[in-house]
């Protein structure tokens, strides 16, 4: 049972826009940021979005990240099917379930 | 560029302890703080601990407390990850990574090591 929630699966056709929903609570997205990360079949995570909204240098702007009171989104636009992967949302938690935790994972579909 | 290689697979029983090794490169070692996040197969991401490279404080995960040590070697830029008393639900592949400076979250990680716990 993760801290945060993400919706287990997510699909998009190649040029669409598709979004991530992660949601928490007070102690976690509501009061610190939130990070996304993205996991290729068979390789380490990668950073992807960090401190709600920015991207590390080499992530294409089709990447976006926001948040909203103890929600989260991870936006993808122009879906391509190298994006088929698996994201994960994390954030600092100030409760005793921290100091990090991550939802359990959205596995995205390019159709 | 900067770079995290861990050591390889390791197959333990039960009971058991396991360590496995970060070996960082291409930055200053002393200036980052390394966390341990583990992977169940199949599973989402699970995040362990944390070690400062600088002076070897460290923050464990509550579930883990009294089983995982974390250490360092800052001779040779090195992190370790020890679990005592193995069990088969920590089998998983465990990662290193480096925590970036102002909150920039977990912006390089290992490879990944796989530890399989069977009898």
């Known amino acids: 049972q993760s801290v945060l929630t993400q919706p287990p699966s997510a699909s998009g056709t190649p040029g669409q826009r598709v979004t991530i929903s992660c949601s928490g609570s007070?102690?976690?997205?509501?009061?610190?940021?939130v990070y996304w990360y993205q996991q290729l079949p068979g390789t380490a995570p990668k950073l992807l979005i960090y401190r709600n909204n920015q991207r590390p240098s080499g992530v294409p702007d089709r990447f976006s990240g926001s948040k909203s009171g103890t929600s989260a989104s991870l936006a993808i636009s122009g879906l391509r099917s190298e994006d088929e992967a698996d994201y994960y949302c994390a954030a600092w938690d100030d409760s005793l379930s921290g100091p990090w935790v991550f939802g359990g994972g959205t596995k995205l579909t390019v159709l | 560029q900067v770079q995290l290689v861990q050591s390889g697979a390791e197959v333990k029983k039960p009971g058991a302890s396991v360590k496995v090794s970060c070996k960082a490169s291409g930055y200053t070692f002393t200036s980052y703080g390394i966390s341990w996040v583990r992977q169940a197969p199949g599973q989402g991401l699970e995040w362990m601990g944390w070690i400062s490279a600088y002076n070897g404080n460290t923050n464990y995960a509550q579930k883990l407390q009294g089983r995982v040590t974390m250490t360092t070697d800052t001779s040779t830029s090195t992190a370790y990850m020890e679990l005592r008393s193995l069990r088969s639900d920590d089998t998983a592949v465990y990662y290193c990574?480096?925590?970036?400076?102002?909150?920039?979250?977990?912006?390089?990680w290992g490879q990944g090591t796989l530890v399989t716990v069977s009898s």
């Open positions: 007070s102690s976690n997205i509501g009061s610190n940021y």
């Open positions: 990574a480096r925590e970036g400076a102002a909150a920039r979250g977990f912006d390089y």
